[in-house]
């Protein structure tokens, strides 16, 4: 059976229109290409979260759709995302990856998008047991269910192992042209994306922080010690070494952009701190004021500033440097004991 990708209408021949979830990692390109391929018009849409590695976001979407010539839309998340990453129903993978409930959340804006787009249905690059935690079977199911698209969602990679989806009942696309892959290996991807001179995905491993174990420390931290956490909160978890005394945070830069971004980020009532006259971080204080946290500030501050020994002169201050401490430059140890992990 071939598909009818094109319905008539008003004695006019449109073709049917399918949305995609362009992630633009091998997967999801790959999708689109198949479902291009049936003839269909395809648009895509993108989900940049402040957990992107890729600090632009959009990232190989952007490229994708380019080199296939459809529609992206890139869509930035809110707050409602922090929220589910905060408390999320169906718990994490082995890190802080909410992979069910971050599907389940895309699936939801997907298909408001799928409708005022007028698309027919909507198409991931899910691999059928390739991600432990989001793409076996039961995952599969309750992501469908729970984003209100039961048998909506097709495949195109792994469809041929999946029940048949409207998509394929309606013959809106021909199931016998799609894939039957499962498991963890990339081989058919990759052997199928050299066919398909596609040699462009920079993003095939993912490329989710929330899946780092260092990244997860700091993110869990975070969520212990604040009640409200805002987009920006998170993204200053990218930027330099993070420490933990009690309520308060300190963060040293790891060098001069990240110094950069730490002033700008700072908030009216954090110090900042730097060792004046060799090379020197900027490091944040956060919270209390107290003079052991300010000492504690001082002394990550010597540790990583280019004076390695003895007693260090720090300046610190709220909007200047008008304050100062002499303090030791700190062991290891001393260091490692304050790290967030
Ligand atoms: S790896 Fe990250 S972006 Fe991907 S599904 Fe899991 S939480 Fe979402």
Not at 241 to 247: A, C, K, Q, T, Y
């Amino acid at each position: 059976m071939t598909s009818c990708a094109e319905i008539t209408k008003d004695d006019e021949t449109i073709k049917m229109k399918a949305l995609a979830l362009l992630s633009g990692g091998l997967d999801s390109t790959l999708a689109t290409k198949l479902i291009l391929d049936q003839g269909l018009d395809v648009e895509a849409i993108n989900f940049v979260s402040p957990f992107c590695l890729c600090e632009k976001g959009g990232c190989g979407a952007v490229g994708a759709a380019k080199k296939f010539n459809i529609p992206l839309k890139v869509v930035r998340v809110d707050e409602d995302y922090l929220r589910i990453v905060r408390n999320p129903k169906h718990g994490y993978g082995r890190n802080m990856n909410p992979c069910i409930d971050c599907r389940i959340f895309m699936l939801r804006r997907a298909r408001r998008y799928a409708k005022e787009i007028g698309a027919s249905f909507i198409f991931t690059g899910e691999v059928l047991g390739e991600r432990p935690m989001s793409q076996h079977r039961q995952a599969l199911d309750i992501i469908e269910e729970e984003a209100g698209l039961k048998g909506k969602i097709l495949r195109p990679l792994s469809a041929k192992l999946l029940p048949e989806t409207e998509a394929e009942k309606k013959g809106w696309v021909a199931r016998e042209r799609l894939f039957d892959i499962k498991g963890r290996s990339r081989k058919k991807q990759i052997e199928t994306a050299e066919e398909f001179n596609i040699t462009d995905y920079p993003c095939p491993s993912g490329g989710c922080l929330l899946t780092y174990k260092e990244f997860a420390d700091k993110l869990r931290d975070l969520f212990e010690h604040k009640k409200r956490v805002t987009l920006e909160g998170v993204r200053l978890l990218k930027v330099g070494r993070h420490f933990r005394f009690g309520e308060n945070k300190i963060i040293v830069g790891r060098n001069d952009s990240e110094n950069k971004t730490l002033l700008q980020s700072k908030a009216k009532h954090d110090y900042y701190f730097e060792v004046k006259g060799c090379g020197s971080p900027i490091t944040l204080l956060q919270g209390h004021k107290t003079k052991e946290a300010v000492k504690k500030a001082a002394f990550l501050t010597a540790y990583y500033s280019d004076q390695k020994v003895g007693e260090v002169h720090v300046k610190f201050g709220k909007d200047s440097l008008d304050k100062s401490i002499i303090v030791s430059v700190p062991s290891k140890e001393e260091v490692e004991n304050l790290r967030i992990k």
